[in-house]
């Protein structure tokens, strides 16, 4: 390994984003996150890559949080410019065309759980730990935490999780929708590329515009996120990829997506 903050080796359309910081549990400095924005603006255009997952190096961290030595001396103005940053790489995650995978190999505490829930699915090790602690260092939760655990585990769970600042674990996390799956962490990273390969295996168009309508239309009430969804719907039959599709179940054999 080198001393690189975030190490990003690309196979098979896959893209593997690995959080690099062992010695501080691959905590999330300015510079971590700046590099995390640069890499998701790529992966949008780069047509190596189909689907990208995060993982944390180590077998202990996934994400141990914002750095905190980094934070400790903060300004308000400092620390919510710092909030901001880590507001819009989530977004960028989040915006990505591409579905994005957690590999949640240890710790996801603060703003590890945060990228976590910036990404699309979360897969979980045995060891995994997730929570937002932040109470415990007389903060909030400042990438996202308190509005998106709301929106995927409801606001009883995410007020519990986030008022008590207690950690759950795996099993917890899987019970309460936080985690997609949770398997042993020597199956981490092998299960997150099944499921990356299952994902490339359809129309990434399809894939795209699947991810795109959930994304958008959660922000939208029910007529308007019906609405969009037809729209994109409608914009499928454009493609190659839906003539395919049809065409190909049609004649009982698998079909052949390009993507186009
Ligand atoms: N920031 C900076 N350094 C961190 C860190 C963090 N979030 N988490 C761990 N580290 C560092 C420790 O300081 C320690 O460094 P040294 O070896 O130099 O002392 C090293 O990682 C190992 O940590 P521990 O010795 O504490 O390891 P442990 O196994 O005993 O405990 C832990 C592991 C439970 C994850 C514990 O380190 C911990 O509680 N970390 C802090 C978790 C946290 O509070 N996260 C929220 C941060 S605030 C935030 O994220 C705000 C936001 O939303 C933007």
Same mark, same amino acid.
Do not use: W
């Given at each position: 390994?080198?001393?690189?903050? +975030?190490?990003?080796?690309?196979?098979?359309?896959?893209?593997?984003?690995?959080?690099?910081?062992?010695?501080?549990?691959?905590?999330?400095?300015?510079?971590?996150?700046?590099?995390?924005?640069?890499?998701?603006?790529?992966?949008?255009?780069?047509?190596?890559?189909?689907?990208?997952?995060?993982?944390?190096?180590?077998?202990?961290?996934?994400?141990?949080?914002?750095?905190?030595?980094?934070?400790?001396?903060?300004?308000?103005?400092?620390?919510?410019?710092?909030?901001?940053? $880590?507001?819009?790489?989530?977004?960028?995650?989040?915006?990505?065309?591409?579905?994005?995978?957690?590999?949640?190999?240890?710790?996801?505490?603060?703003?590890?759980?945060?990228?976590?829930? $910036?990404?699309?699915?979360?897969?979980?090790?045995?060891?995994?730990?997730?929570?937002?602690?932040?109470?415990?260092?007389?903060?909030?939760?400042?990438?996202?935490?308190?509005?998106?655990?709301?929106?995927?585990?409801?606001?009883?769970?995410?007020?519990?999780?986030?008022?008590?600042?207690?950690?759950?674990?795996?099993?917890?996390?899987?019970?309460?929708? *936080?985690?997609?799956?949770?398997?042993? +962490?020597?199956? *981490?990273?092998?299960?997150?590329?099944?499921?990356?390969?299952?994902?490339?295996?359809?129309?990434?168009?399809?894939?795209?515009?699947?991810?795109?309508?959930?994304?958008? $239309?959660?922000?939208?009430? +029910?007529?308007?996120?019906?609405?969009?969804?037809?729209?994109?719907?409608?914009?499928?039959?454009?493609?190659?990829?839906?003539?395919?599709?049809?065409?190909?179940?049609?004649?009982?054999?698998?079909?052949?997506?390009? $993507?186009?």
């Amino acid at each position: 390994m080198t001393d690189k903050n +975030l190490l990003i080796e690309i196979e098979d359309k896959i893209a593997i984003v690995t959080l690099n910081r062992p010695k501080a549990m691959n905590a999330l400095n300015e510079i971590t996150l700046l590099e995390l924005q640069d890499a998701f603006i790529s992966f949008a255009t780069n047509n190596e890559v189909e689907v990208i997952i995060v993982t944390g190096n180590g077998e202990k961290a996934f994400v141990a949080g914002a750095d905190i030595a980094a934070m400790q001396s903060l300004t308000a103005l400092k620390a919510r410019q710092f909030a901001k940053l $880590g507001h819009q790489v989530m977004r960028h995650i989040e915006a990505c065309p591409k579905p994005v995978i957690a590999a949640v190999n240890g710790f996801a505490l603060g703003g590890g759980c945060e990228l976590a829930l $910036g990404c699309d699915i979360r897969i979980a090790s045995e060891n995994a730990c997730f929570g937002q602690p932040e109470v415990n260092l007389g903060v909030i939760p400042g990438f996202g935490g308190t509005q998106r655990l709301a929106r995927l585990i409801g606001k009883g769970r995410a007020m519990e999780l986030i008022l008590t600042g207690n950690m759950i674990d795996s099993d917890e996390a899987y019970r309460i929708g *936080l985690a997609n799956k949770v398997v042993p +962490l020597e199956q *981490l990273l092998d299960t997150a590329k099944k499921m990356a390969s299952v994902i490339i295996s359809k129309g990434a168009y399809a894939v795209g515009m699947a991810k795109e309508a959930i994304r958008n $239309g959660l922000e939208l009430d +029910l007529d308007r996120a019906n609405q969009y969804e037809a729209e994109l719907f409608g914009l499928c039959f454009t493609t190659s990829d839906q003539k395919e599709g049809m065409q190909a179940f049609l004649d009982k054999r698998p079909a052949k997506f390009t $993507g186009k």
